[in-house]
């Protein structure tokens, strides 16, 4: 990377260049006890990095906001000065590039299908992880972790807190089957 923009920097163009980068997904290492794999819709998986320099924007920061993969399309247009079509269903998070104030999403339900079949909620500072097929781990139906305490998901709450479980289990169906949960 860095002897990319040393190249961009010596032909004069690296300050009116966009660049992105990002990731399709992590890798567990010792998460539920998988290691050197993508095998569930947890943290370490589907939490990935990602880095935005934008022509003309001279804030740097990091933003720990939710956003989606499909945030980043919508996020483009409005920095190029283009209307996203209606029908999509990102959401901008180009005041976060800019350096501006910027919460992201509320809550993201995301999943896994490649060895596991997993959907998880993350909201406040929970993740539940509610598992229909365990591609022959043995992982529980439903997992609660405290994401900011433990981010490597070593203490499941799911039986010392149950009133977290079913208010993230409301969220994830509220997401779910509704087109207009994502700005809620």
């Not at 880095?51 to 920061?61: D, F, N, T």
């Not at 720990?64 to 998070?93: K, N």
């Not at 799911?158 to 087109?179: G, K, N």
């Amino acid at each position: 990377i860095g002897r990319l923009l040393a190249i961009l920097e010596d032909q004069g163009v690296l300050d009116e260049t966009a660049i992105i980068l990002s990731a399709d997904h992590g890798e567990q290492q010792g998460e539920l006890n998988v290691y050197g794999d993508h095998h569930c819709a947890d943290l370490a998986t589907c939490r990935i990095p990602m880095i935005v320099r934008w022509p003309g924007v001279s804030q740097s920061g990091q933003h720990d906001g939710l956003l989606y993969g499909l945030d980043l399309a919508p996020t483009i247009c409005e920095l190029v000065g283009v209307e996203p079509p209606d029908r999509w269903d990102g959401v901008s998070f180009a005041n976060g590039v800019r350096g501006q104030t910027w919460n992201g999403r509320e809550s993201l339900v995301i999943g896994q299908g490649a060895w596991t079949c997993q959907r998880s909620v993350i909201h406040g500072d929970h993740i539940m992880i509610r598992t229909y097929h365990d591609g022959f781990k043995p992982l529980p139906a439903v997992m609660l972790f405290d994401r900011v305490n433990d981010p490597h998901e070593t203490t499941d709450l799911a039986e010392s807190q149950p009133e977290v479980v079913d208010r993230l289990s409301r969220i994830q169906l509220c997401l779910l089957y509704t087109s207009d949960a994502a700005d809620e």
